[in-house]
């Protein structure tokens, strides 16, 4: 059984590209403010933003050689610059491929040469990493650009930032007009997910995607009536994800929204920036959700102006959403979707969320749906358990240079299977209730356990090794290490966890602990069998 949104579907325009559905002619002589530094209070108004992607995007061609098409990655916390590259990329008919800022040279360094970065955008505070990486694959010096000054002199050569190279331009930008074809078609971001198994992966996200998304969104909430313009929004998620990315550069400014950017979750700069700036709108992930529910600090807080607030990414407690709604009073409504579906697929509006707070809730528009036995590939009936695999414009066009991992996931009717076990009740409420995939959570961030498993296998003393989840209150889920040592090696958790630290960022850390095994439960095949090891870990926590 095919399951349809019960909000029908929107009609998704096919030839505008992302600018101009995001930024409407009237925003270019808008005073209102489209940015906020939450650390300096620093404000950008449309007006300016526009102008400032209009000369990065100048600049781009001038100053930089730059081809249509080329990958640029942007390496850097949230900042009130990193919108401009991102839509300047675009407009000049590029691809953003955003990393995460936390990421090792090792990481970082894959996945430029994965996506074919040409050119690297770096904020000043991880910039040794960045020219680590960039020297390993080669990205040439004169397309590092940083995103501000640095605060310290930095050695090696002076390097020029995003307003150096566009206040030294003159020229004005080519007209880049994208086709139908290329609106729907050409990889425009490429943000980096595992999917349902191995290492991560370039997901190619097109114009259409986004504004798809964007679109659906807008739909959705026109008819749950919750979000207003002139709202004022949290930029706290990172924006290298694909759900900071869309709602904080994208679906905010569509909607005329300040967002106010934070660089990283401080709870007490949160807490301030809330009231300071009247923010009416937070898009969050369960640990902020966490602190907004217990942290003694909240008690000295009263936040007038928020309505709503929108976790995603992982799964939240019920009792949260209780939690938070019975301290501020604000219902925190959840978002489900993932990167390969650009990402939203299933909201849980406020007027719903504290009758079903365990649910993910309903499709989007354009959304559909099908509940399949992951072993036999049919339906499973209404209110039983499978795979869930969706359909919709927002779908992914595949992985970068992977057709084998594209079509794993992506079958000729266009369902994309997700990995996540959900079950639908009679209203079609969607539940999450289990994780087919390989993939952990921890805080929100993906952690590919073959990745891990890959790092653990260089160690010396290691002859084989698995990964899974554990649950864990603050994070959700933390890695954890089965390990089998080589015969007559010795070896403690203490150096296997130190050895993974160094190579990792910080959410990838053995925070789970490493167990030595006699050997890894595996299939006749030679798959790991995580389930088993699930299981076994789960009834050690509990004797
Ligand atoms: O690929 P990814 O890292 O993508 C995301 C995207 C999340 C969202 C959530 C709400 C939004 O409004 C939005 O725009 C983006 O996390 O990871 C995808 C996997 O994360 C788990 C699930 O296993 C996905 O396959 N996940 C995502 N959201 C939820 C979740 C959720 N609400 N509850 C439980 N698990």
Redesign the pocket.
């Known amino acids: 059984m095919i399951y349809q949104s019960k909000f029908g579907a929107a009609a998704i325009p096919e030839t505008l590209d992302v600018h101009s559905v995001v930024f409407s002619k009237d925003k270019y002589n808008s005073s209102s403010t489209a940015l906020i530094d939450a650390v300096s209070g620093t404000r950008v108004s449309f007006k300016q933003l526009l102008q400032s992607i209009d000369a990065l995007s100048a600049a781009l061609y001038a100053s930089l050689a730059f081809k249509k098409w080329n990958v640029v990655a942007i390496f850097s916390p949230n900042h009130i610059q990193y919108p401009t590259i991102v839509h300047a990329v675009l407009k000049a008919g590029g691809t953003v491929s955003p990393a995460n800022p936390s990421y090792s040279v090792n990481e970082l360094a894959f996945q430029l040469k994965d996506s074919g970065a040409k050119y690297l955008f770096v904020h000043p505070a991880v910039l040794e990493t960045a020219l680590a990486a960039a020297q390993k694959v080669g990205i040439a010096e004169k397309n590092i650009i940083l995103l501000d000054e640095p605060s310290v002199v930095v050695p090696g050569p002076s390097r020029r930032t995003i307003n150096q190279i566009s206040a030294a331009n003159k020229v004005p930008a080519p007209v880049v007009k994208l086709t139908r074809e290329e609106i729907m078609q050409r990889p425009a971001y490429m943000?980096y997910?595992s999917?349902t198994t191995g290492l991560p992966k370039g997901?190619e996200t097109t114009q259409y995607n986004v504004i798809a998304?964007t679109w659906q969104?807008d739909a959705y909430q026109k008819k749950s009536r919750e979000v207003m313009a002139g709202d004022v929004w949290t930029g706290v998620l990172p924006f290298f994800?694909?759900?900071g990315m869309?709602?904080s550069c994208h679906i905010g400014f569509h909607q005329s929204c300040a967002v106010v950017v934070f660089p990283k979750f401080d709870l007490t700069n949160w807490v301030n920036s809330l009231v300071k700036y009247n923010v009416s709108g937070a898009?969050i992930a369960p640990p902020i959700a966490l602190a907004m529910a217990k942290h003694p600090m909240l008690d000295d807080y009263k936040f007038p102006k928020l309505r709503w607030m929108?976790?995603?990414?992982?799964?939240?407690a019920p009792e949260i959403i209780h939690a938070v709604h019975k301290r501020l009073g604000v219902v925190v409504n959840?978002?489900?979707?993932?990167?390969?579906?650009s990402?939203?697929t299933?909201?849980?509006p406020a007027s719903l969320a504290l009758k079903y707070p365990n649910s993910?809730g309903l499709m989007i528009p354009n959304i559909e749906a099908r509940i399949v036995n992951p072993d036999t590939g049919k339906d499973v009936e209404q209110g039983q358990e499978g795979e869930l695999w969706v359909r919709g414009p927002n779908v992914m066009k595949g992985y970068h240079n992977n057709a084998k991992a594209t079509a794993d996931c992506i079958d000729k009717d266009r369902f994309f299977h997700?990995?996540?076990i959900v079950k639908v009740d009679e209203n079609g409420m969607f539940y999450?209730v289990d994780?087919l995939?390989e993939?952990i959570?921890c805080k929100?961030?993906?952690v590919p356990p073959a990745e891990l498993e890959a790092y653990l296998l260089e160690h010396p003393a290691i002859a084989d090794a698995a990964v899974i989840g554990r649950s864990d209150e603050a994070c959700g889920e933390v890695p954890r290490a089965f390990v089998v040592l080589k015969p007559n090696v010795k070896c403690t958790d203490t150096e296997i966890i130190e050895f993974i630290d160094a190579k990792v960022a910080p959410h990838k850390k053995l925070r789970g602990g490493v167990e030595f095994v006699a050997e890894i439960p595996k299939s006749a095949s030679g798959k790991i069998l995580r389930r088993i090891l699930r299981t076994q870990d789960a009834a050690n926590l509990k004797k």
């Open positions: 943000c997910s999917g997901v998304n969104y994800h694909i759900y869309v709602v898009h929108m976790s995603g990414a992982a799964p939240l959840v978002g489900y979707g993932l990167t390969e579906t990402p939203v299933h909201l849980l993910i997700t990995g996540d999450i994780r995939k993939l959570k929100g961030f993906q």
